[in-house]
């Protein structure tokens, strides 16, 4: 087995809203800290202050409380890293409490009226509605009842600073300037985290388009490099083997080469795939070679390429003959083409779908599908041909035990089903689950899962959701729900067969879903979010 999969040494930056959770954590945790200290000093230093006795004593407890509840904010914090608007509700009504207590007794036109602009600002910046709704409120409306209070003689103004000089008009404006004030830094501590948010969702943004682009170049590149590689003629181009006499070569793989071919005596068209020399060598080769023949001979539907015959394990050349087939595979077409529509992608699958029931009902798991292993064939009429399964070279019996080739995984990391990331025992619930990131790949034209190198890959795989496609792409919400599903990490969470997921499907396209599919992604979303594109929406 692989060794386990760790987060890669330089992991992208995470959503927007996460970063700005882990910087209100790490603010809060300085707040607490403070707010544990400072109140002590200020108690120490009450009894050389003078004033009305119980409003000192009043602003004493108040400092306390505020202390108190503070220190065990902080040590809850610590012990709970995360959001807890109730935690902040309760210890930042505390210290309005307290601010309040400190202008009655120092005077509602002395200078600490200053610490409420502040709290305003501690609250605003937060995430939560009700805790900026809660900060604003209380501490304009507590500060407009406490003037008012005082000025009408209840319970009057006993602040060290006095106000009883100032005409009502006079404390009028002057409350009224406090009122403006308030709501100034209200506005601007609003304005400071929407512009956070779009200046984080803007990079998180280009960042995701950086990558993808990337992931779609290398897709490019690597297409490329096999195109360059076919020389037209190959090494065994003339040569007859079984019933077919071998043409130019098609295409090449890392296990062999196919070639196009002419049955000799029926004159039908076939595509016959032959061992490289090295891979003959090789006894693991020939056996994976075998069982691509065996399993996909075994096949009778119409969406997995045809086998013609198999033979040659017993001399120096084995080869599988498939029936020729005249089309492009699903990574051409959606390079040319660009992403598909959803009429066209529920007609993906349904065939591909078949084909993969035949598969599981033959006990075969496909491990390595893929776009470049999904061929439409050319046909007349406006929906062309159909859509086959091809390449059975990594495939396994469900029973078999074999999930990895020595320190290789086997598949396509960008299509791998967790489990087979993980090297663990498949079934066909990972094929599932790489035909959901190729509907994913067809809809939004974007991989679900892209990196630098093989360890970033299969982490994503592991741990992380793409960005929901309805970010990328026009689709509904419930489309999103319906792939939550679909590749959801636990196999027992996906759908069981490839029609359950064509139906679900089916139903979003037209703004419909079950309240089971509803409720099992909803479940899904709430342990393991959508990854993001930046989009400012979601905060």
Excluded: C
Excluded at 148 to 167: E, K, S, Y
Excluded at 258 to 276: F, R, T
Excluded at 495 to 521: M, N, W
């Amino acid at each position: 087995m692989p060794p386990p999969i760790e987060p890669p040494p330089a992991a992208p930056s995470g959503a927007p809203l996460d970063l700005l959770e882990a910087e209100e954590l790490s603010r809060t945790r300085t707040f607490a800290a403070l707010a544990v200290v400072l109140p002590l000093n200020v108690l120490f230093l009450l009894p050389f202050l003078g004033g009305d006795p119980r409003a000192r004593d009043l602003f004493g407890v108040a400092l306390l409380l505020a202390s108190v509840s503070s220190g065990w904010w902080l040590w809850s914090i610590y012990k709970d890293p995360r959001y807890d608007v109730w935690r902040l509700l309760l210890v930042g009504s505390l210290w309005l409490a307290a601010a309040l207590a400190g202008i009655h007794y120092f005077g509602v036109f002395s200078a600490v009226v200053a610490v409420l602009p502040l709290g305003v600002f501690f609250f605003g910046v937060t995430r939560d509605p009700r805790a900026q709704a809660v900060g604003y409120v209380v501490a304009a409306v507590s500060y407009f009842t406490l003037v008012m209070g005082n000025l009408h003689g209840h319970p009057g103004d006993r602040g060290i600073v006095f106000a009883a000089p100032a005409t009502p008009p006079q404390s009028m404006v002057l409350v009224a300037i406090v009122e403006i004030v308030l709501v100034v830094t209200f506005v601007t501590a609003r304005a400071a985290r929407a512009t956070t948010v779009l200046a984080l969702a803007r990079h998180e943004r280009a960042a995701w388009a950086v990558a993808q682009k990337d992931a779609l170049l290398l897709e490019l590149q690597q297409d490329l490099a096999r195109a360059l590689d076919v020389a037209g003629v190959g090494r065994f181009s003339d040569t007859v083997v079984g019933h077919y006499k071998l043409g130019a070569v098609i295409g090449r793989g890392a296990m062999g080469e196919v070639y196009e071919a002419v049955h000799q005596e029926a004159g039908l068209e076939a595509a016959v795939k032959v061992l490289h020399t090295h891979s003959l060598r090789e006894p693991e080769s020939v056996q994976r070679f075998l069982r691509e023949a065996e399993m996909a001979a075994g096949l009778d539907t119409p969406h997995v390429v045809k086998i013609l015959e198999i033979g040659g394990f017993e001399g120096e050349l084995p080869y599988i003959a498939m029936e020729r087939l005249h089309g492009d595979d699903l990574a051409e077409i959606l390079r040319r083409d660009g992403p598909m529509t959803l009429r066209d992608v529920l007609r993906l699958l349904s065939e591909v779908g078949a084909g993969l029931s035949a598969t599981r009902d033959a006990g075969v798991v496909h491990r390595d599908v893929k776009p470049r292993n999904l061929f439409r064939t050319r046909g007349d009429g406006p929906g062309g041909g159909v859509w086959k399964l091809l390449d059975f070279g990594v495939s396994k019996l469900a029973s078999a035990e074999i999930t990895h080739a020595g320190d290789r995984i086997i598949g396509t990391p960008e299509y791998m089903a967790p489990e087979q990331a993980a090297g663990q025992p498949v079934t066909h619930k990972a094929d599932l689950f790489s035909l959901a990131a190729v509907v994913y790949r067809a809809l939004t034209g974007s991989p679900a899962f892209a990196g630098d190198h093989l360890v970033e890959v299969l982490y994503r795989v592991a741990h992380t959701m793409p960005p929901r496609p309805s970010a990328l792409t026009d689709l509904g919400p419930e489309v999103d729900l319906v792939m939550a599903i679909a590749l959801a990490k636990a196999p027992s969470e996906r759908f069981e067969t490839a029609e359950q997921l064509r139906d679900a499907l089916d139903s979003a396209a037209q703004g419909k879903i079950s309240e089971d599919v509803a409720l099992r992604a909803t479940r899904l979303l709430d342990v393991l979010p959508w990854g993001t594109v930046g989009d400012a929406e979601d905060v």
